[in-house]
């Protein structure tokens, strides 16, 4: 028997059964065509919220590496940065915010220009110990800790335990601390 199918047939079966044939199967395989897209997409979209969790926590990490750094040089350069010394009776200087006590800011528009008093801060490193008028490096308070290092290689040893001393009681920069510290400890030998 030979399965010959007129061309009405063979227009019958392709506009008419097969979109039939079509959607009857989509109705029963559509359910799992979903759900193996939707895990699929929801794969991808877990990688992307776990990518984007590291990344931002990596950022975070970076930002407070380059603040810390920042709060350091600013420390080094005597602007700020390091609390005072827990011994020390005088409280470290308040920020403008807390200045008036209740947390908001002041309401001038321009930064208030340095007082040409002895500050909190001056007056800290005075109470603590002597000023670094007697210090071999003039300008010591003034110098970041990079710049004092430099300065400590022709230093006699007496000059050398007055930075110590004074570095010790004031700023504590470890850095220079250390430095000091070698350069005493290769003199003596």
Known sequence: ???EKTPLDQALE????APIGLALTARDELPKLIERGRQQVSGQVAMAKMI???????????AEKVVKQAGERLGDLGLGGKPAPASSP???????ASANGHGAAPTASKP??????????????????????HLAIPGY?????????QRL???????????????A???GRKTILHRVSQLQTSGSS
Do not use: H, I
Request: glycine residues 6%; negative net charge; charged residues 20%.
């Open 112 to 133: 208030p220009k340095a007082p040409a008093t002895p500050t909190a801060a001056s007056t800290r490193t005075s109470a603590a110990s002597p000023s670094d008028d």
């Open 90 to 96: 005088v409280s470290p200087v308040p920020s403008p």
């Open 52 to 62: 984007g969790q590291f990344a931002v926590a990596q950022g975070q990490r970076e």
């Open 1 to 3: 028997m030979t399965d």
């Open 14 to 17: 392709l506009l008419v059964f």
């Open 153 to 167: 290689a022709g230093l006699s040893a007496a000059e050398l335990e007055a930075v110590r001393a004074y570095e």
């Open 169 to 171: 009681g004031n700023r």
């Open 141 to 149: 308070d003034a110098l970041s800790a990079s710049q004092v290092v």
